[in-house]
Every structure is written in structure tokens, then in C-alpha cells.
């Protein structure tokens, strides 16, 4: 009987001692869930990218412009629209192919800085109607206008910051401009 009992509590032991050797496998993937989902939102990427352009094309940097409006066409690619809510879903839906054409423009003209900023230009509106459709992001943003741009037609971008740095005339009047409108 003793025998008997003594295997019962072995057999115990040795199940209970397999069962928690598995447990450590079932915690990778549930611990990488969490870290997909609280991935910053689509949108925030798009104009992420939008301001890592913007400062390149400031600092007159015709690849950090070209990097950045790659990484833009990728960002826009991974919005899915069901995700958003509707005022994003309609500015989106509107926008999405024309800021991916920019993104790609702008990636593939490095070396022509001129060009990069006339997509720029285009590309500026309609990241403006995206963020002011963001408007709870909690990330502060500025509108911002040179007057000088485009032989004094003037230029408009989105800026994370107050202090003016142009992405139209770069190093030779970075301050040029003003703050328009304030957003979020």
C-alpha cells in the first residue's frame, strides 16, 4: 500500500512538474501581444514621418528627405481605414493615395531637392486636413506659412514646434515664416 501510495505522489509530483514546464512557452506569445496592440496609432506615423521630412528638407538634407518620404508611403500603406474613427476615415480615405505618390516622389528624387519640395508643397495640405481630423492625439502641432515661397505665392507645412524652420528655403532663411494656427 505504502508502494503504491508512494508512486501516486511521484506520478503527482511529475505531472504537476510537466505541466508548469509548459506554462513558460505559453508566455512569449501572450506577452508579445500586448506590445503589437499598444503600437502607436496609424495616423501618428503618417505625420511622424511628415515632420522627420519637413526637418530634412529645413536642413536642406535631399536624402534625409528622401529616406523620410519613403518611410511617409509606408506609414500611409499600413492605415487601415475601419480602424479610424469616421472624421480620420473620410479625411484619409480622401488623401491616402495622393500621400503615398508624394512619399514615393519625394523617396525616389533625391538629389533634386526642388522637386522634393514642390511634392512637399502638395503634400503639406493634406497632411494639414489629417491632423486637424486627429484632434485628440495630444500631440501639439503648428500650421505654419512663408510668404516668401514659390516667388511670394507662399508655402504652408505642419510643424511639431513654434520656432519656424523652413522646409522651402532650408539654410538660406530657415525663419522665414509665421505660425498661422495652432492644432490639438
Not at 16 to 32: E, F, M
Not at 90 to 113: L, M, R
Not at 138 to 154: D, I, V
Request: glycine share 6%; net charge neutral; aromatic share 6%.
Amino acid at each position: 500500500m505504502k508502494t503504491f501510495l508512494l508512486s501516486i505522489a511521484i506520478a503527482t509530483i511529475f505531472l504537476s512538474a510537466c505541466t508548469s514546464n509548459q506554462k513558460p512557452a505559453q508566455h512569449p506569445a501572450i506577452a508579445t501581444k500586448p506590445a503589437a496592440q499598444t503600437s502607436s496609432s496609424p495616423i501618428k506615423e503618417v505625420i511622424m514621418a511628415y515632420l522627420q521630412l519637413k526637418n530634412a528638407l529645413a536642413a536642406d538634407d535631399d536624402q534625409g528627405a528622401a529616406a523620410a518620404g519613403n518611410t511617409l508611403k509606408l506609414a500611409a500603406g499600413k492605415v487601415t481605414i475601419a480602424a479610424l474613427n469616421p472624421a480620420q476615415s473620410k479625411v484619409f480615405s480622401e488623401i491616402a493615395d495622393d500621400v503615398k505618390e508624394h512619399g514615393e516622389h519625394i523617396g525616389a528624387n533625391a538629389g533634386n531637392i526642388k522637386h522634393q519640395r514642390e511634392h512637399f508643397e502638395m503634400l503639406s495640405q493634406e497632411i494639414y486636413e489629417l491632423a486637424k481630423a486627429d484632434g485628440k492625439s495630444g500631440q501639439k502641432l503648428y500650421y505654419e506659412h512663408c510668404p516668401m515661397y514659390n516667388n511670394k505665392k507662399g508655402g504652408n507645412w505642419i510643424s511639431e514646434t513654434k520656432v519656424i524652420k523652413n522646409p522651402y528655403l532650408g539654410k538660406e532663411m530657415v525663419t522665414c515664416g509665421s505660425i498661422k494656427e495652432e492644432l490639438n
